[in-house]
Antibody, heavy 124, light 111 residues
Framework: QIQLVQSGAEVKKPGASVKVSCEASGYTFINHGITWVRQAPGHGLEWMGWISTYHDKTDYPQNLQGRVSLTTDTSTSTAYMELMSLTSDDTAVYYC?????????????????WGQGTLVTVSS | QSALTQPASVSGSPGQSITISCTGTSSDIGGFNYVSWYQQHPGKAPRLMIYDVSVRPSGVSDRFSGSKSGNTASLTISGLQAEDEADYYCYSYTTDVTSRVVFGGGTRLAV
């Protein structure tokens, strides 16, 4: 069965960086893009970016450009999200999710499988 | 990026039908049929309920349906059940230069 399993909770100090992993199984990893979404406590969902290994492309929202980096490791079918220069506003649950469509060349694809979420707490 | 506009909350009784609206612009909902809807129970990951405006993924009850008119998409849930109580988010592709994807602010459904 298709699964996305994320790394465990993190506690970071302001100014630090965090790297969250998302290990995929049950499908051909390179054929589906991965989107990252976060949710601050008591708030809605926020799109953080998209990566396609097949097309060697990434897409980020302007408000996170330069601070977020999405990568993949095809040898382990794992996607990574690194967020730098953390502030308390980055305290949130971070989710990875799989593109529904195969080899889609742009962000905005429906997201059919989700990781369990990773809580990142930024506190001094 | 500007979020799509959803009502903060809606409510209904078991067996009734409710509709959640999601209003955007011609740059997102109005310009493309790339609207999807997600259900999220407390402490859980979101679940895809509708995509491409009105397509139900396998395993989603046919009580859930989607539609679009102009810049507004809608999710209708018929025959409300207690298990439908959750947060619902719309999501769309957009040509906005600040972000390629935009979520709605979310709607809390009380049954």
């Amino acid at each position: 069965q298709i699964q996305l399993v994320q790394s465990g909770a993190e506690v970071k100090k302001p100014g630090a960086s965090v790297k969250v992993s998302c290990e995929a199984s049950g499908y051909t990893f390179i054929n589906h893009g991965i989107t990252w979404v976060r949710q601050a406590p008591g708030h809605g969902l926020e799109w953080m970016g998209w990566i396609s290994t097949y097309h060697d492309k990434t897409d980020y929202p302007q408000n996170l450009q330069g601070r977020v980096s999405l990568t993949t490791d095809t040898s382990t079918s794992t996607a990574y999200m690194e967020l730098m220069s953390l502030t308390s506003d980055d305290t949130a649950v971070y989710y990875c999710a799989r593109d529904l469509w195969v080899r889609h060349a742009a962000a905005g694809c429906p997201l059919d499988y989700w990781g369990q979420g990773t809580l990142v707490t930024v506190s001094s | 990026q500007s979020a799509l506009t959803q009502p903060a909350s809606v409510s209904g009784s078991p067996g009734q039908s409710i509709t959640i609206s999601c209003t955007g612009t011609s740059s997102d909902i109005g310009g493309f049929n790339y609207v999807s809807w997600y259900q999220q129970h407390p402490g859980k990951a979101p679940r895809l309920m509708i995509y491409d405006v009105s397509v139900r993924p396998s395993g989603v009850s046919d009580r859930f349906s989607g539609s679009k008119s102009g810049n507004t998409a809608s999710l209708t849930i018929s025959g409300l059940q207690a298990e439908d109580e959750a947060d619902y988010y719309c999501y769309s592709y957009t040509t906005d230069v600040t972000s390629r994807v935009v979520f709605g602010g979310g709607t809390r459904l009380a049954v």
